[in-house]
T-cell receptor, first 113, second 112 residues
Framework: DGGITQSPKYLFRKEGQNVTLSCEQN?????MYWYRQDPGQGLRLIYY???????QKGDIAEGYSVSREKKESFPLTVTSAQKNPTAFYLC????????????FGEGSRLTVL | DQQVKQNSPSLSVQEGRISILNCDYT??????FLWYKKYPAEGPTFLIS?????DKNEDGRFTVFLNKSAKHLSLHIVPSQPGDSAVYFC???????????FGAGTRLTVKP
């Protein structure tokens, strides 16, 4: 079945550690996205990528980094520079071209201890 | 700067009645709008969309209305069912880019 897979579903991290969240899709979508959800704030865009080897910052990119070496994969690294990393992270993808819905993964919950 | 706003954090309606969820946007370059439904600890699922060339799109019990001059859209669910209870997000994107912005969400509770 086609879809988006995020891993791990739950992750605990000590302060000062970097952590990488995985996102893989087999939908042959060109564009991929990372969002962060906090209570009462909806989904905020961290980074997005329209094609391989290219990505753009969203509204809250500080403290995060991404790479897009393959069309199917768009990992997100939460660095120690991110001041409040505890959140629910969602990866999504869609066909390029500006229309069409995003398909979301199941999410990854990161908790910093 | 929140470009998509859902000003009602919650809404409660009786089963069988109409649910109306509202959304406002500020970016006049947005021309494609979507509604998503989300349960806790899951990814959002697509519900319905509308292009700016239309003012209404209907899919079963769900209808989205777009008022471009007011930069306002709404989602109507009729009749509402208890299974509709979830958080609903409004989203918008422009034609010339691939980013998509979401509102803060409205939690809908449909009481039996």
């Amino acid at each position: 079945d086609g879809g988006i897979t995020q891993s791990p579903k739950y992750l605990f991290r000590k302060e000062g550690q970097n952590v990488t969240l995985s996102c893989e899709q087999n939908l042959n979508h060109d564009a991929m996205y990372w969002y962060r959800q906090d209570p009462g704030q909806g989904l905020r865009l961290i980074y997005y990528s329209q094609i391989v080897n290219d990505f753009q910052k969203g509204d809250i990119a500080e403290g995060y980094s991404v790479s897009r070496e393959k069309k199917e994969s768009f990992p997100l690294t939460v660095t120690s520079a991110q001041k409040n990393p505890t959140a629910f992270y969602l990866c999504a993808s869609r066909l390029a071209g500006g229309t069409g819905e995003l398909f979301f993964g199941e999410g990854s919950r990161l908790t910093v201890l | 700067d929140q470009q998509v706003k859902q000003n009602s954090p919650s809404l409660s309606v009786q089963e069988g009645r109409i649910s109306i969820l509202n959304c406002d946007y500020t970016n006049s370059m947005f021309d494609y709008f979507l509604w998503y439904k989300k349960y806790p600890a899951e990814g959002p699922t697509f519900l319905i969309s509308i292009s700016s060339i239309k003012d209404k799109n209907e899919d079963g019990r769900f209808t989205v209305f777009l008022n471009k001059s007011a930069k306002h859209l709404s989602l109507h669910i009729v009749p509402s069912q208890p299974g509709d209870s979830a958080v609903y997000f409004c989203a918008a994107s422009g034609d010339n880019n691939n980013d998509m912005r979401f509102g803060a969400g409205t939690r809908l509770t449909v009481k039996p």
